[in-house]
């Protein structure tokens, strides 16, 4: 048979099976043919993952918090009103914002990619676009939750929202008690990644 050989024998045999590994060797081939340097890669990924996405994501909840005319336009159109504050573009077409309230907390995922809203939240996080995570939280979302640290009141209902590439979503965490008179900059800094996906909580000051 034409394809009966040894897979050893295919050029895409020599790469690591686990994709992760996958791009390891990836850049390290490229690192040594001088096409890339590590440390600028290394700081290119930083900003995105934990500077400019998710603190363009706190400003808008901060503001949420503080602002309940701007918090009434982010949840009547979400899309319009971060747009407005200069945050749009690929992969942040169509927004739309959920409220956690007490009684009700939400959480997001992509069940069929990662699909993720990256001008707000930056680049998406591994276990984001892991299957098991893809999977798991639309069957057992307290237990995804509890995982992450976060315990819900047996009366609190969870909701979990599929974005897709028509809609993502920005969750607005609680606001924690005692801000009271606290700047926007100030509310910024309590406002996590997670918190507005709805794996996490924002931080309590």
């Known amino acids: ?50 500077k400019i996405g998710p603190r363009n994501g706190a400003r808008v909840v901060a503001r949420a918090w503080a602002d309940q005319e701007f918090r009434s336009a982010l949840l ?39 699909c993720y809203p990256w001008p707000l939240l930056g680049i998406p996080p591994g276990w984001y676009k892991s299957d098991a995570y893809r999977a798991r939280v639309v069957r057992e979302p307290r237990k995804v939750l509890a995982e992450f640290g976060v315990a819900l009141p047996k009366d609190t209902a969870v909701r979990v929202w599929d974005s897709t590439a028509e809609v993502r979503y920005l969750v607005i965490p609680e606001r924690p008690a005692g801000t009271d008179g606290m700047d926007e900059e100030a509310l910024m800094a309590l406002v996590t990644r997670d918190s507005m996906i709805g794996t996490g909580l924002a931080r309590v000051p």
């Not at 590994?21 to 490229?30: D, P, S, V, Y």
């Open 76 to 114: 009547a159109d979400a899309t319009a009103t971060v747009a407005d504050m200069g945050f749009f573009g690929r992969q942040g077409e169509h927004m739309v914002a959920v409220e956690n309230a007490d009684g009700v907390h939400n959480i997001v995922v992509c069940t069929l990619c990662s």
């Open 1 to 50: 048979m034409p394809h009966d050989h040894s897979d050893h024998d295919h050029p895409h045999a020599l790469l690591p099976p686990d994709p992760a590994l996958r791009i390891k060797a990836l850049e390290t081939l490229l690192t040594q043919k001088g096409l890339i340097d590590p440390a600028a890669l290394d700081v290119i990924i930083d900003t995105y993952e934990n």
